[in-house]
């Protein structure tokens, strides 16, 4: 089989040539992201590979469908780039469930330690022999409060790790894991108690029409004077405008994003060369106490072996069986994998 592999960059190839040559799957790389103008390139192939910016809308869709690909394989957990209502009964799509949950939780940990302690600021001044203290004062993490909405795979293990720093955790989920609240140091609550009684707050959740800017003016009103707040899952979870004011304010005391609302015409990309035309995302970065990554959680040895082995044993498992447990269904539910593999 071959697919169309989009948004292609040099740390993908190696594991993907590994597990495709192992199993049979040939992989074109186009360094270009998927979308109605480049959907073309795709003429030929059996199916397109694609990641978090990628656009697979109604358009896009249809254009693959009627060039005769059967397989969107998205090699990530979120798929809210694509139109699963549209896709249903033309495309099969499959996912990365989870790839390393560790990789995101951990880098999650790092921005946090790395904000509230200053080791980015420290950094910068000892590279130029400055070795003052004055201005590097962090808190302890020990005793604090942390919100973690969102308690999938990713949320348990950020969970797992602000327990070892002796933290206390407050959570929220739709659906809550069962055995995690412990009705002591974890306990699941509402948003609003949440968010009035959380020092730090951490997004490990799925971009939904419920979750869409579950981060607002309303809800950033009802949380703590100096609030720390993380976003290591989707951009869209956060309004970027409400976040940016609530800095200003002085209410928001730190953010640490991963994610970023409009990130698809920036992030994995050097526009170092470039002005800046999104403001919002330039004056965010200009605050001295918001702690940006470009979408770089994922990125481990560990989550990309596991990320290219998994869409290679889906596209296999389509093949050879005509259905995968790592499948999207509408028909099953917008946010659920198919149940059943017979929805075609």
């Known amino acids: 089989m071959k697919f169309a592999f989009f948004d292609a960059k040099p740390y993908d190839k190696p594991s993907f040539e590994k597990y495709g040559a192992q199993y049979g ?7 270009t992201k998927l979308n109605e103008d480049t959907a073309e390139l795709a003429h030929g192939y059996d199916g397109v590979c694609v990641f978090v910016n990628d656009t697979v809308n109604a358009a896009v ?13 998205l ?6 780039n694509v139109d699963m209502k549209h896709a249903f009964g033309k495309l099969h799509v499959v996912r990365v469930p989870a790839y390393s949950p560790y990789a995101v939780a951990e880098h999650t940990m790092a921005m946090l330690l790395t904000s509230v302690r200053r080791i980015h600021k420290g950094y910068i001044r000892t590279k130029d022999f400055n070795f003052s203290l004055a201005g590097l004062t962090g808190f302890d993490l020990h005793g604090k409060t942390v919100g973690v909405i969102g308690t999938g795979r990713i949320g348990r293990v950020f969970i797992d790790i602000c327990r070892g720093f002796g933290m206390k955790v407050l959570a929220y989920d739709k659906f809550p894991a069962q055995g995690l609240d412990n009705g002591d140091t974890i306990r699941y609550t509402s948003l609003d108690e949440l968010f009035r009684s959380s020092d730090i707050i951490s997004l490990h959740c ?22 720390v707040l993380l976003n290591t899952s989707r951009g869209a979870l956060v309004d970027a405008e409400a976040l940016l004011a609530a800095i200003k304010s002085r209410k928001v005391g730190a953010a640490c994003l991963d994610v970023y609302e409009e990130e698809s015409d920036f992030f994995f990309e050097d526009c170092s060369g470039h002005i800046m035309e999104d403001d919002t995302l330039a004056r965010l970065i200009s605050m001295p106490n918001v702690l940006v990554t470009s979408h770089q959680a994922f ?19 389509l093949k050879e069986n005509a259905q995968c447990a790592n499948e999207l269904c509408y028909r099953c539910g917008n946010t659920e994998d198919c149940k059943d593999g017979k929805c075609f």
């Open 61 to 73: 869709i249809d254009h693959l469908y009627d060039m005769g690909v059967k397989i969107v394989a």
């Open 75 to 80: 090699r990530c957990a979120g798929f809210n």
């Open 25 to 31: 799957i040939k992989f074109k790389y186009f360094e």
């Open 299 to 317: 990125l481990t040895e560990d989550a990309l072996e596991n990320i290219a082995e998994t869409t290679v044993k889906n596209i296999v498992a």
């Open 206 to 227: 799925p971009l939904t029409d419920e979750t869409y800017h579950v981060i607002d003016d309303t809800s950033l009103e009802k949380c703590k004077q100096g609030v």
